[in-house]
């Protein structure tokens, strides 16, 4: 992924509200005078454009194009383009499929910032027309900051159906203007197909647009990639992403239903390092499609901390990759889902934090009963419990507070608190997780929670028995949640949202005093 200096010069204005903006076409300035051509000559932007990754100075900005051609970058603080801050190009070839993505450096804290994409073809030199996005740096003060945060999306079958409005929930997102969203995992459902249509049991019937590559469970690489272009072929997908940064990571259905590093492999066997071929290839379909930033050495890595400004760290982590096995039981009452190494990173990072908020997003919940996750059911720490309760009794011995978990998975909506007086296990701290998807697939039932940690359910909603499992997104049952923290206050607000933009629940958490132990000046 190449990277940029920007220049540090720009000015200042506030972003202005504009519903059709990421699909715009520039018309000023060098990235918007192509050269004289016919349309077939020039290449084309395949898809949609997104930022991701944005702190308070630089971002990840990706794109694809449909041929091999150089994707050339320009940032702006003012909408006309009329000052441009930063300039960059990367290549975007065959052995990418044509996606590339840029860091930017050394942007503007707290600003605003547009972007224009255009894709140059390498062998000609043809310009291809611009296309203009927008995100907003992470602030360097104290400034009121929103995000949301959901997952799942064309799950079960229940993809884009253009006559009930696509992915309606991408366009409900946007008209909530968030400074940046957070995509908890599941972005495609690799091992689910797409069919043309599906019954819904009032009788209707659910057309879905259809690719070849959806048409089997992914095994290839070509398929994998197919299933991240799929999303793309919705306008409310690629306006949302043009306008609202996206925090990446992932769970099982990129690669295949509950899948673990050594329990998940195919026909084509198995890495020269012991990886299996069809985990590779659904990691590396991944890192094509996301704007994600590599982590130095450590390519491929989807653990890593985003800070955003004084009032907020988020801790993106991965439960997926370093994980036992597949199902969380065995004689030896040993398991792990985050691995040594990632477990030890966590809790340097959140030991090491000074942000006001500390935000752990999570591709599985902590609480719910799964075989798949921690919980196993009522009882003192067993297996993966084990590594959560370790993570706990550290933070409290840290005296670190305000910490959220952040999740979905689960295809339906919840808000869970931890309470150490109702646990079996009570060596930690208070705290909340908040649970809240799908964004697009079927809707299940609120699941079972187990007392090792002590969560109650203060409030929970998805389909009903009466309605039955895997409830179709037409039904309305599909969430997101969405975070306020107050720039005065430090207030967060948290409220669990639908489709239909309803707020369905909603608590404010006021943020508590660290309690770390004094540190002892240490004399030779």
Known sequence: MASLRAARAWTRRQFLVRSTSSLAIASLGTLATPHLSRAADRPRIAGGIQSGDVSDGSAVIWARADRPARMQVECSTVESFKTIIASASGDALPDADFTSKLLLNDLPAGQDIFYRVRFDDIATGIAGEARVGHFRTAPAASRSISFLWSGDVAGQGWGIDISRGGYRSYRTMLDNRPDFFIHSGDHIYADCTIPSEQQLPNGETWRNLVTEEKAEVAHTLAQFRGNYKYN????????????????????????????????????????????????????????????????????????????????????????????????????????????????????????????????????????????????????????????????????????????????????????????????????????????????????????????????????????????????APCFGLQFFGRVDIDGATGVMTVTLKDVGNRDLWSVDIVPQPEARPAVVAQHS
């Open 232 to 471: 793309h072929l919705d306008e409310n997908f690629r306006a949302f992403h043009a306008e609202v940064p996206m925090f990446a990571q992932w769970d099982d259905h990129e690669v295949t239903n509950d899948w673990s590093p050594t329990g998940s492999y195919d026909e084509a066997g198995f890495e020269d390092d012991g990886t299996p071929r069809l985990v590779a290839r659904a990691r590396r379909a991944f890192f094509d499609f996301m704007p994600i930033r590599d982590i130095g050495a450590r390519q491929g890595r989807v653990y890593r901390k985003i800070a955003y400004g004084p009032l907020l760290d988020v801790f993106m982590i991965d439960m997926r990759s370093y994980r036992d096995n597949s199902w969380n039981k065995g004689d030896d009452h040993r398991g792990w889902l985050l691995g040594a190494e990632q477990l030890g990173w966590l809790k340097r990072e959140l030991a090491a934090s000074r942000a006001t908020w500390r935000v752990i997003a999570a591709d599985l919940p902590i609480g719910l009963v799964s075989l798949d996750a921690v919980a196993l059911g009522n009882g003192a720490p067993d297996r993966r419990e084990h590594e959560i309760a370790d993570l706990l009794a550290s933070i409290k011995r840290a005296g670190i507070r305000n910490i959220v978990w952040l999740t979905a998975d689960m295809h339906y909506t919840a808000a869970h608190y931890y309470d150490p007086n109702k646990a079996q296990f009570q060596d930690f701290e208070p705290f909340w997780e908040f649970v809240s998807g799908p964004l697009h697939a079927g809707t299940w039932g609120p699941g079972e929670l187990d007392d090792t940690f002590g969560p109650v359910a203060m409030y929970q909603n998805g389909c009903s028995a009466a309605q039955g499992e895997n409830l």
